[in-house]
Every structure is written in C-alpha cells, then in structure tokens.
C-alpha cells in the first residue's frame, strides 16, 4: 500500500520522533525544511496557551520557506498527543491542532477512536505508536491510519522487541504506513528498516544532539560521548520501561546498576506536567544508537548526513552482484 500523500515527497524517509520537552517550533521547522517529518509533543507548549503560538510558529515557518523555496517545498509537521487518561489537556490540545488543521498527529499510551475521528474530520492522519503486535491491532481496530513500532533499542518509553520481530509480525496483517522506532542514526539505518518492510525511519535521540533542541549542553554532549553500553533500562522514573542515559541516573545520585522497579499506575500526565519533572529533565532518556552521534550539529546538517549514508549505502547494494540461489 502507498503511503499517503501527505508522506510522499519527503527527502528522506524519516519522522523526527517528537522528544519529550526537547522538542520545540525551531527544530520542528528546520527538520521539516530538511526533507524529514518535524514532530513535537503537544505538552511541551507551558503553559497550555502557548500551544497556539507555536503552532502559529510553525505553520507561518513552513509557509514562508515554501515561498522561498519553490523547487523544494518543506516536509509536513507532526503533533505528538498523549493519550493517556491523566493527561487532562488532551481536549484542549486536540481543538488548538483542529484549528491549525495538523497534518499528521501521533498518539501515544493508548488509542483512542474519538481522537482518530477527530483528525480525520479535519483531514489529517493518525499515526500510534505500539510495542507489540497487540497493540498495533487494537490501534488500527479503533481508526489508527498507520502505526510506529517501537522496538528494541529506542529512546524514551521502548519495546523489548528486535525490530526483526515485530515488523514481521505486523506486516502479515497490515499494509498501510509503518515506521520503525529503535536506534536509527545512520542512513544506513533508515535503508535497513525500509528493507525489513517499514516505509519510515523513526529517529529521535540523534536530534537531541543538534544546536535546535531544547535540551542542556551537558546532555547534548553526553549523547556524543555515549554508546549503546551507557543506556539503563528501567521503568522506576515514570512507572512505564524505557531507556535512559546511565551518566544522568549517576549523576541524580543513583546507581543505573541497581534500580528499583516502579509500575504504570506512577504515570502523570495531569496539566501536562509528565511525571515527576526530574524524570525527563535530570534523568535522560536516550536510544542505543547514539555511537553514530559524533558532534553537535545544526538539524540540517544531520539530515544532510543521514542522506549522504543513505544514498551511499543503497548505490553499494546496487552495485554489489546478487547473490545467486541454487
């Protein structure tokens, strides 16, 4: 199955994965005016009436380089929505993309069919994000246009599955628009998610490392310093598992070795404030693929490279002689 149009002419197939207060209009604009899909959370506008402003922010942004740019008009931009029952600006929020009539909307910890309705009344998409094939069913069943699979490796709130796995498993069943979650930061990356069968590459932590993230100085260079060693496991900042960056847990007075388990039930999304606010903004989270980050860079210029290996790795495979099957 196609893509739908709104994902059709990007540079590069990838979705800036919205980051959690890192993202914000500035690098929404400059990954959407680099080819790629630019997302953001919706909580991550304080107070909630700021929400209006960035969005104005971005859709005037993407206007204006349209004008400019003729010959290469800008990729679309995608809103992150929180679907989980304590996040109490969900109706707020949904009305602020309806008026900025949001192209694409990711949902994330739970699907709803009102939200997906919603979106499509406007014309837009819904992409959910899933763990597991259960999941992605229960997503499309109730109106999801296509789905995020988040594997193994992935920054923030991950899987446990090899991406091997599940998007084997979710391609036996559906065929509509599928993107892959879990330590992508190379071009390459991207051509081997599309070779296992998903249409887009889903990158988040890379972008923490760019001079566009709202993120400290001190956790930018310590996605450049890291590997895939430096990432914890754990579910006890925010009840729910995902990966983090061992310095910051060491740094928070913790040992990343010996963490206690938390459980869902400890999750907050209440006034948009997440849970506890030292979860995301001294505990970070982080991707096992950041060995591929080497500097700071402007957004631009890693898509530029993410480009560059993309391109360089796919003309090696095409000009490699097939293998021949007896």
């Known amino acids: 199955m196609a893509l739908p149009p709104v994902l059709q002419k990007l540079r590069l197939p990838v979705i800036g994965a919205p980051l959690f207060i890192i993202s914000n209009p500035k690098l929404v604009v400059a990954q959407c005016t680099s080819g790629i899909v630019g997302a953001m959370p919706a909580l991550n506008a304080r107070p909630a ?29 995608a809103i992150n929505q929180i679907v989980h029952k304590s ?125 566009e993230a709202r993120a400290s100085d001190a956790y930018k260079q310590a996605i450049v310093d890291g590997t895939s060693d430096d990432i914890v496991y754990s579910s006890l900042f925010t009840g729910v598992h995902g990966n983090y960056l061992a310095p910051s847990i060491r740094a928070a007075g ?33 991707g096992q693929g950041i060995a591929a980050v080497k500097a700071v860079l402007p957004a631009a210029a890693l898509v530029d490279r993410l480009a560059r290996e993309y391109g360089e790795v796919r003309g090696r495979l095409v000009a490699e002689r097939p293998v021949e099957v007896a």
């Not at 969005?55 to 931009?77: S, V, Y």
């Not at 109490?88 to 009102?114: F, N, W």
């Open 254 to 286: 913790l040992d990343p070795d010996n963490l206690p388990e938390s459980d869902p039930s400890k999750m907050n999304f209440g006034a948009g404030e997440g849970s506890k606010g030292k979860a995301w903004k001294d505990i970070w989270g982080c």
């Open 49 to 77: 009436a700021q929400l209006d402003e960035w969005l104005a922010e971005i859709t005037e942004g993407l206007a204006a380089w349209d004008r400019a740019h003729p010959e290469r008009p800008a990729a679309p931009f």
């Open 87 to 211: 996040n109490d600006r969900l109706e707020h929020d949904m009305q602020v993309c309806a008026k900025y009539k949001v192209p694409v909307v990711i949902t994330s910890l739970g699907a709803r069919t009102d939200v997906n309705d919603a979106v499509h009344a406007w014309g837009g998409i819904v992409l959910h994000d899933i763990i597991n094939n259960f999941f992605a069913k229960k997503a499309i069943e109730k109106g999801a246009d296509g789905l995020i699979a988040v594997a193994a490796g992935a920054g923030g709130h991950a899987g446990v599955k090899s991406p091997l796995a599940l998007i084997q498993e979710i391609r036996e069943w559906f065929n509509g628009p599928l993107a892959l979650s879990g330590a992508i930061a190379t071009g390459g990356g991207v051509l081997a998610a599309q070779a296992m069968g998903a249409d887009l590459a889903y990158i988040g932590s890379a972008f923490i490392a760019t001079e």
